[in-house]
């Protein structure tokens, strides 16, 4: 077993498709960048728009989206669901595109209802034509939105219905001044509409969209192969595409592993389960496509997962391929496996749990949600007291108020703090032990964060109280002051008339000037004294002075990593912050 493979599924795809990369144009050394290729097709997309005369499909988008909307809302999401190895099909094309279009119809004709009805209580304050052409069309148009019939509201919009003349900037009755600052969005919002019931009526138009659409997608894929720079599911697709074609590359794949197990499969998604079946498919069949359950070798796939944990949706994982694993596999031989019983935690915890995820987890029978089902649990632990804290931050609105509230992570970084000080301090939460009950060490916490971005107010508020911790990652040491230090360090070494680099330094433990001598600094040559200075702040000049120089000598031949090593020991960096318990994380 220590000479097993170990291996990502995104890794493994890369090893496959390096090996037939030439067969769809890309270089062997192929880059894998999901960031560099969504500015690849956000550039295809620009001066596809840009063209002159414009296309007729990228014209009737253009009158639906804004500019970048029809960049962000509806092309890049299009380049995402067709990676390299995936077909162009008219019909899903199109069908994606009505999609889109649909879901702005929907949210505008929302806001033209509203718009209507406020017309509508609006125009029986005044008198005129306008204002009797306005009543007459908005009377029409919400009786013809209540009726609710789908063909009657696209055909009274492709219509004129629902138009007038702009209220001019000279009127002064009070209606029409009301109107008037309505008019530019609901005439934008009628235009779009009725461009969008051309979409749903009209297919030669509609083709005309289909066909831009495919001009992208085809335009993204050749700037792909020409920066040979491809997205994780590009591979993905590519590396299923070489298996399923290349039977005799399949078939030397099947026999190089006996078994496969993936861990965490809740997180995967239909294609790589396609993947593992192509490798584990029985060695005397070479079927065309991909393999069914019943074409694998019964004991060769070992899958492991919590369809609860199920948190990469954003990144294409499907839990329904998950929640079907199961009966795919135990009709054709294999086992299903439940862990029901959870010894890790205490029952009154897993108890609680059993109460609460059934109302969090509940759903209606859809496949793509995950269910849950009430855990097992073990004999408690003797001593142990299992308790659940909820802190709220109420809301209060400080609108008036002269001081500023603190932020939500902030907040809740105090407040975590705060709760973990009384731990370690009081005797509100003791722990077992071979001696009797104890408070527990700082040691015996842990802190588990949802993301890391708000992993530095945390640091910052352990660190208010005293609190010794370790970090799995110290994603805020670059954040905060000795990485700025340092940066400022370098900065000037490069751009001596950098003044904010400067007066930086000054301040910083390199030299830790006074208030009063950096006010007279300010406006001084690099590391010139000011008469006005004491001897103390003309001392630490004088050092960091000698520091700068043997720092810019050493630059002419040192490495970027023997210069940050000078600054941190020999300038004195490293002394001053061990001096100080406080700055101990550092």
């Not at 148009?141 to 789908?150: Q, T």
């Not at 603190?406 to 009384?422: C, Q, R, Y």
């Amino acid at each position: 077993f220590s000479s097993a493979p170990i291996s990502t599924i995104d890794a493994f795809c890369a090893q496959v498709l390096k090996g037939s990369a030439h067969e769809y144009g890309l270089s062997p050394e192929f880059q894998v960048d999901d960031k560099a290729n969504l500015d690849l097709a956000r550039r295809v997309a620009i001066e596809l728009l840009e063209e002159i005369p414009q296309n007729q499909g990228a014209k009737l988008l253009s009158g639906i989206y804004s500019p970048n909307d029809l960049v962000e809302e509806v092309l890049l999401v299009l380049s995402k669901k067709y990676p390299m190895g995936v077909e162009f099909e008219t019909k899903r094309v199109a069908d994606e595109i009505r999609t889109a279009v649909r879901k702005k119809y929907q949210r505008m004709l929302v806001r033209f209802e509203w718009l209507l009805t406020t017309f509508q209580d609006l125009v029986p304050r005044g008198t005129g034509k306008t204002l009797e052409k306005i009543a007459e069309f908005t009377q029409m148009w919400l009786k013809i939105l209540e009726e609710g019939e789908e063909e009657a509201i696209l055909k009274a919009l492709v219509g004129n219905l629902g138009y007038f003349n702009r209220v001019g900037t000279q009127v002064t009755n009070p209606t029409l001044v009301a109107i008037r600052e309505l008019q530019e969005e609901y005439l934008d919002i009628r235009e779009k509409l009725a461009i969008c019931a051309v979409f749903f009526l009209d297919e030669e138009e509609f083709a005309s969209v289909v066909e831009f659409v495919a001009r992208f997608l085809e335009g993204h894929r050749v700037q792909k192969r020409a920066a040979s720079t491809v997205t994780f599911a590009d591979v993905s697709c590519l590396a299923v595409k070489t298996l399923t074609d290349d039977k005799e590359l399949r078939a030397f794949y099947k026999q190089a592993y006996r078994y496969i197990m993936i861990d965490e499969f809740q997180d995967n998604n239909e294609q790589q389960k396609e993947l593992l079946y192509l490798l584990s498919e029985r060695t005397d069949q070479e079927g065309d496509g991909i393999p069914l359950a019943r074409d694998l070798k019964t004991d060769k796939l070992f899958f492991v997962g919590d369809e609860k944990q199920s948190i990469y949706r954003f990144r294409g994982s499907d839990v329904s391929v998950f929640k079907r694993l199961s009966s795919e596999l135990t009709a054709n031989g294999g086992r299903h496996i439940q862990l029901a019983t959870n010894y890790r935690s205490e029952p009154a915890l897993i108890q609680w749990f059993n109460t609460l995820f059934p109302l969090v987890m509940q759903n209606n029978g859809e496949e793509y949600e995950a269910d849950f089902s009430a855990l097992g649990y073990r004999s408690a632990s003797e001593g142990v007291e299992s308790r659940c804290t909820i802190l709220v931050k109420p809301y209060e609105d400080n609108s008036d108020g002269d001081e500023e509230d603190a932020g939500d992570a902030d907040s809740e970084a105090f407040a975590v703090a705060s709760l973990i000080e009384e731990m370690l301090t009081t005797d509100s939460y003791l722990i077992p032990s071979k001696d009797g009950k104890r408070r527990p060490a700082s040691s015996d916490i842990a802190l588990l964060l949802r993301t890391t971005s708000s992993q530095l107010s945390f640091e910052k508020a352990l660190r208010r109280f005293s609190i010794p911790y370790t970090v799995q990652a110290a994603r805020s040491l670059m954040l905060e002051a000795p990485a700025n230090d340092l940066y400022a360090m370098l900065q000037l070494l490069l751009y001596p008339d950098d003044r904010h680099a400067y007066m930086t330094v000054l301040r910083s433990p390199f030299c830790n000037l006074s208030d009063y001598a950096m006010t007279q600094l300010s406006e001084t040559g690099l590391f010139e004294a000011s008469d006005s200075i004491d001897e103390e702040d003309r001392s630490r000049l004088d050092a960091v002075r000698e520091v700068y120089q043997n720092l810019k000598q050493a630059s002419a031949h040192a490495s970027l990593s023997s210069l940050l090593s000078m600054l941190w020991y020999e300038s004195g960096y490293y002394l001053s912050l061990v001096a100080k318990p406080s700055y101990q994380v550092y």
